[in-house]
């Protein structure tokens, strides 16, 4: 499967299917990997889902755990991960596509939207991650976590990784992104709410509320619902598909 280098990074994706491509962004926060989608915390696994009709673009974040690795500097941010999300579009040749994303892939997604609006014809966002607080509270167990079980970084220190922590998740909100931004943002959007306080159902409510273009579900995640939020995200991806 395909890997470039890219920045002084290694960047691992693969494709599945044919047709109008889906760049999707998997959940589980900084260790989003590919075969995260086939776990039971993905109710909608974009490869099982979308590539009978759609080519499928999965990959490996850097230093998630998988086949992607890059640097760790200060100077990191949401901006670092969208310059690997371009280079996959780039090494594709990909002028256009719809994006999927679930649990950190809603900052990935607005943020690849902020920075190449022209090049996203619509975006779903299941389970947004953001923060309702002001305040960003000290620096999380499950980051800690992250930041511990990297290998090959053992020259980066605490205060680089505090650095990175504050750089991601100080803004607040939708982290990437302020809301007046959002009321902007004019791409077709649905967004499929979270419930819990990683995904919180204010964020995903918010969000919905201030993008002009976007649809919502509130519940989602299994049986009827979950047949009805397949529904919903084929019909948006089939509406904003160029003929």
């Given at each position: ?14 494709t599945h299917g ?33 590539s009978d009709e ?190």
């Open positions: 499967m395909p890997t470039i280098e890219h920045q002084g990074s290694h960047i691992y994706y693969e044919e047709g109008f491509p889906i760049l999707t962004f998997a959940p589980a926060g900084l260790w989003s990997v590919i075969d995260v989608w086939k776990d039971a915390s993905a109710p909608i696994n974009p490869m099982d889902v979308f759609y080519q499928v673009i999965v990959m490996d974040q850097r230093n998630a755990g998988g086949q992607s690795h890059g640097p760790i500097t200060a100077s990191d941010n949401w901006d670092t991960f969208t310059a690997d999300h371009i280079a996959v579009l780039d090494d594709l040749g990909i002028e256009r596509c719809h994006l999927y994303g679930q649990c950190i892939g809603g900052p990935f997604i607005l943020n690849l939207i902020k920075t190449q609006p022209n090049r996203i014809a619509s975006a779903v966002l299941a389970q947004p991650i953001g923060r309702v607080g002001d305040e960003l509270p000290p620096r999380t167990e499950r980051f800690s976590n992250w930041a511990e079980g990297l290998s090959g970084h053992d020259d980066v220190t605490d205060e680089v990784f505090d650095t990175f922590y504050r750089n991601l998740y100080a803004p607040g909100f939708a982290y990437c992104v302020d809301r007046d931004w959002v009321r902007d943002c004019q791409t077709p959007c649905l967004v499929l709410a979270g419930n819990d306080a990683a995904h919180p159902y204010a964020i995903a409510e918010e969000l919905n509320q201030l993008l002009p273009n976007s649809e919502f579900m509130a519940t989602w995640k299994s049986g009827a619902d979950l047949d009805e939020a397949q529904r919903r995200v084929k019909a948006l991806f089939s509406k904003h598909t160029p003929r």
